[in-house]
């Protein structure tokens, strides 16, 4: 069935609504494609929350000029740069869909991946789920890795590492409610993922098909991991409320699963 034929045949079924959540911070060169790959989507019944961090670029004006062809693409300025954390609670607050999604102004999400998700969570009953996906490169060439999403994912396992890229998590919020990011300096997905769970009372589970890419900017600070030590140590200090004792012991037993454990899951193509 060609392309349009489908997206045609399947928005005419009543499906729930996906709330896609977007913060948009200077991504003017990346911007165009990551809202084409939401237009692209087989799955249509979806809505686009793009919300400004105070952006110094064209950016806002890219996706102005979508919102006035589409009215499911829905933008929400901000006059101070206040953080991305902020941006995606921003969002979630504003959002009205059944599930939630998230996808970063700079990332690319492949065209049957809503389609294909929300199929799996109905018929597996998931309230959280999550991909595989790719990486690419500023300019939108293979860096021949795929990171491999784990086929379930309890929180005891979650707790050690952030498992989910938070460009291929969805959540169902009619059944586990909206979810803010706590207001830290990084992690702030680990902990929006580790707490879905939690609420769920059951394990992630993952789909194994890549359905989205990771776009790896040179200069970014989750390019370096060794930068995100400290990240870390405050995600279980600050966010989880541990001792300082508690959160080192912690902190061991993530370079163990990021450095031993994780890399089984990343697989070059």
Not at 7 to 34: E, G, R
Not at 51 to 73: C, H, K, W, Y
Not at 162 to 168: A, K, P, V
Request: hydrophobic share 35%; aromatic share 14%; with cysteine.
């Amino acid at each position: 069935m060609p392309l349009e034929e489908k997206k045609k045949h399947i928005s005419s079924a009543i499906q729930p609504l996906v709330s896609i959540i977007t913060p948009l911070y200077n991504a003017a060169p990346f911007i165009t494609k990551t809202i084409q790959s939401v237009l692209d989507q087989t799955y249509q019944n979806w809505e686009l929350l793009v919300v400004d961090d105070a952006s110094s670029d064209t950016g806002p004006d890219i996706v102005l000029d979508f919102v006035g062809n589409d009215n499911r693409i829905k933008f929400y300025p901000n006059k101070r740069n206040k953080g991305a954390a902020h941006c995606r609670n921003q969002a979630t607050t504003e959002a009205t869909g059944d599930y939630i999604a998230f996808l970063d102004s700079d990332d690319l999400w492949h065209t049957e991946k809503l389609e294909k998700q929300l199929r799996f969570m109905q018929a597996k009953d998931s309230d959280v789920s999550f991909t595989s996906y790719l990486h690419i490169d500023e300019y939108g060439n293979s860096l021949h890795k795929r990171v491999e999403a784990l086929p379930i994912l309890p929180y005891k396992k979650q707790h050690k590492n952030n498992y989910i890229g938070n460009l291929t998590g969805m959540y169902h919020v009619k059944k586990l409610g909206k979810i803010i990011a706590p207001n830290i300096r990084k992690r702030q997905d680990w902990a929006v993922w580790l707490e879905a769970i939690k609420k769920s009372g059951k394990p992630a589970l993952g789909l194994q098909e890549d359905l989205a890419s990771y776009r790896v900017r040179e200069g970014s600070i989750s390019a370096n991991k060794w930068k995100l030590i400290s990240y870390n140590f405050d995600f279980y200090k600050t966010y989880l409320g541990y001792s300082w004792l508690k959160s080192t012991g912690c902190l061991f037993q993530f370079f163990w699963e990021y450095f031993v454990i994780r890399p089984k899951y990343i697989k070059a193509i």
